[in-house]
């Protein structure tokens, strides 16, 4: 069982890939070679049946199976949360206790889409926290590229007093770097507890600002999480140009694998290369890399490496 | 088992609620009471676990149990059709071989709202059709109110010329008058296999007039499904103007059960006061009738049941 | 020069069309036509460059032009309100000043679509009262089918706290009956100064269950004004039966008048028929009538004036 | 008179700014010294009274004095497009036909957000382009991010085979890399004319590769012109590392001026920083800079140098 999800939090939860094998199964096999993959490189936590985890196009059944086999190969050693945004509170209740049975950490929590106004989404997450219970601790999705929901700051923290098992926030609100300082100074004012701040803007996008501002790392996904792990230590050891050098590296390539629609196919092509999944299957509706796109990454991925190379 | 969908369907295929006790839990009592009560009334059909039955606020389990509940009252004298829309694939395979194995008649499907393009939309219909395979008959829902997603008469039309399982097409389309003649044209001329077309704009709110525009009845929501059947019999047999008699007489009550949000529990309680179903019970997120709203709906069923008398 | 907007406003304020002759010209014969039709019929006020006006396809010249000859056959009889929503402040101010000079009551002024939080909304409408200035009532727009801003009560409430100068609100939230009593209890308690509040929620499709909440009358537009004038007067002399039994034999009428899209067609046709302006044509891009339409429309205004002439 | 717009077109059409003083009023002075900059920079055209150029928020009579004074001083050097979309064909003649007076070189037109279907985007081009009439030379702008329409690279072929004077594709669609591919196989196997093709995808900050894919050049706004000008020139001679090289080392600021909403006002800090335009104003509503935002700018302004002098 993995440690439960608190404000302390920290570092890179990588946002997984799930693997398939060549004809569209779950690829337990390839599964397990991707958190040892994760461990090594150092994150701190990982966070499945996230969007790009194709989370929709599995069945109930493929969801508890993979849930497991993470939380069988983690074993314990970091936490591991996992999506549990649904359309209504029933569904959302059911998976979340499944997950939580077999050892989850936490889980996390978009807004649907249907919300606008701020009492819609405040009176929404009061919901949530209900529906979840008074031993689930949640993250707090803000993505409104993808849901369409806009949240403010005062928003966001309204739901952080209203719901004390809510500990942290994903954060990929774009701009967003208002917002974080924002939140900071709430805390640190006493106006709400302090949380911990994750970001996924863009794909980790603005990650190094994003630290300045004070979030504490990353959730997001990137086929090189070593990226951000190494970005992440960097700031936290006060070498703001060393963190910024790392990251100008790779940001050609992460910024090629943020686009929207055929990232996931990049990704998953990538983490083929690097040997970590064994095919780069996407379930449909899904996209599909072209020879050119594939030619694209690998001169990406040359002159990352040459790039690395000369920053030592 | 009920019989199997196909493209002769007709009448009114009643959009039912889900039944739930005062404390949120599924009412099976209150689910039989509501079959025998379409039944009586002279419906077609039943179409179950739409938007309107609040399919996404079941869990996996509830919604077996009610498929099965409602199939095994049915008993086989009307087709039931199941709503299956799901954001991926594999749910949608899942939920639908569960379902046609209980017995169902066939499935309805509605584009995901991300869907935008003419090429988007016919694609993803070819997965569905290949998705739900060669056996289970499905209607398309055309219902761009709630889904946000735009489809052409063509567009329509070359689904249909894609999947020949696809036998039916719940129009909801608004305004949809001119997409209903040129359906009819384009399967007069042979351009597509004739299809069965059953109406839910704004609830039946243009029912008299879409059945003149050759829309075989409908299929949507009312606690009135009397009026519905009796419209569609009028025009069968050739009396317009009794059947917009019929309908105008119900007409300020379906607008007021029409409304957006409140419109569901409106319709709830009208069957809870016609003694269909023991408690007007809605799960959150959902609505309440203030005594302002009680006030309006006894109001307008007292006026609609003087106008009925006066028709005679 | 017309009467000043105030919060005294009731009665209906009647949304006009923009009258063309066939070849697309402003018809400034049948503007006049238009206006003393209204005047004849009773309308309160009259709202002229709203979308149904057909506004963002005149040119300034051509608004210029109408804006003038409407008030110069008003002379004075009624208000005249005119949309100024603009996506900046300096065409909405430039559009203002130039449509006060001539003589107009004031402006109506819709959110843009970018809108979504509670705070934009608030800060936005601030600028609006600032950009108009001290001298300028104002009519602030509740639309979300066409604005997709959904403003809750509270937030409509805040404006009017902000900005003296907002006296009325056009309500056409939908559902929208919850708005209107929550108006008046704040009202009521004097947390806010009394506002005129006129509907136009579905072209007037719940104008007597909005008068019985609280409404003032009617802001929309239909090709029978006298509807909503008797409507609102026999509401008013306490006949609430006889407001209904009105209202109930123009509905399918107005139901249909009321389809999006193909509805400023059905409008213009039949403000042709009752021989009000020349020509029912529309700007492109825009709708047509097919000979189905005018079939339906002839068949429905037929049964109206019969069951009229039962009304008595 | 600047030379019309033609399919021949290609390097960067910078979109400039609109320059303010400091309270607000348009600053001619400031006008010329931007177009100065830019014809030093080597631009090969400019695109004014786009989105950010802060069009929406002009008077009719403020964007003509601007036009006039961008024309004035370009003195026909290099080609100036003039955004032309508007709600309506009628404003949209009026001010296309004021611009080309003036002595503009072209329009550009975006579809207004309403569009859904691929029939109702081609029909509303084929439109635009009767509208425009044959002697004016226009712009399609492919911007889904804002204007909310999805068109495949099928539409836009279509388009640009209906309307004869549709010469450039301004493409921002995002990802777009594969809908470049397509354009150019069209017009190399002769199924459309060979149109200019210039991106404005995030800002720019997919150039290299959109170039790699056929693309003409550039048609974006950022506050240092010069990298994609010498971007476009390094690719054009086949130097494809120096490209990315000099590509690389604007990126972390390139993606930091392109956030959504402050964006503009940190290209307009860029350009008083610069000492291009006197004062950074926004027009309201509009974004503001922090003290932290100012901080992070000048941070990465000083890494792009000393990667710059890095490069030689």
């Not at 009061?126 to 949240?151: A, R």
């Not at 990226?227 to 700031?235: E, K, L, R, S, T």
């Not at 910024?244 to 990232?263: C, N, S």
Request: hydrophobic share 40%; charged share 25%.
């Amino acid at each position: 069982m993995s440690k439960q999800l608190d404000a302390s939090a920290q570092g890179v939860y990588l946002i997984t890939v799930t693997p398939f094998t060549d004809s569209g199964a779950l690829d337990l096999a390839s599964t397990d070679r991707m958190v040892d993959f994760c461990l090594e490189k150092g994150v701190t936590g990982l966070t499945v049946l996230g969007i790009m985890g194709e989370a929709t196009k599995l069945t109930m059944e493929e969801s508890r199976t993979y849930v497991k086999q993470v939380l069988a190969r983690v074993n314990g050693k970091i936490p591991v949360v996992v999506g549990a945004s649904a359309p209504g509170f029933a569904p959302m209740k059911e998976l979340t206790d499944s997950v939580m049975d077999l050892g989850a950490s936490g889980v996390m929590v978009a807004p649907p889409s249907t919300l606008r106004t701020d009492d819609q989404i405040v009176s929404y997450f009061q919901m949530v926290g209900e529906t979840l219970g008074p031993q689930v601790p949640w993250c707090l999705q803000d993505h409104p590229v993808s849901t369409g929901v806009q949240m403010t700051a005062n928003v966001i923290l309204r739901i952080l007093k209203n719901s004390p098992t809510c500990v942290m926030l994903k954060h990929e609100d774009w701009p967003g770097l208002a917002k974080l300082t924002a939140y900071r100074a709430a805390s640190d004012k006493g106006e709400v507890k302090r949380f911990s701040i994750l970001c996924g803007n863009g794909g980790g996008l603005f990650l190094p600002e994003e630290l300045t501002r004070g979030a504490d790392g990353a959730m997001t996904g990137f086929a090189y999480p070593e990226m951000m792990v190494d970005v992440v230590a960097a700031h936290a050891r006060g070498d703001r140009e060393r963190a910024h050098d790392l990251f100008d590296a790779y940001l050609p390539l992460a910024k090629y694998e943020q686009q929207a629609g055929v990232g996931l196919a990049v990704r998953k092509f990538l983490f083929q290369e690097r040997g970590v999944i064994a095919s780069d299957f996407v379930r449909k509706p899904g996209p599909k890399l072209s020879a050119q796109d594939v030619a694209d990454i690998r001169f990406l991925v040359k002159r990352q490496e040459k790039r690395l190379r000369e920053l030592g």
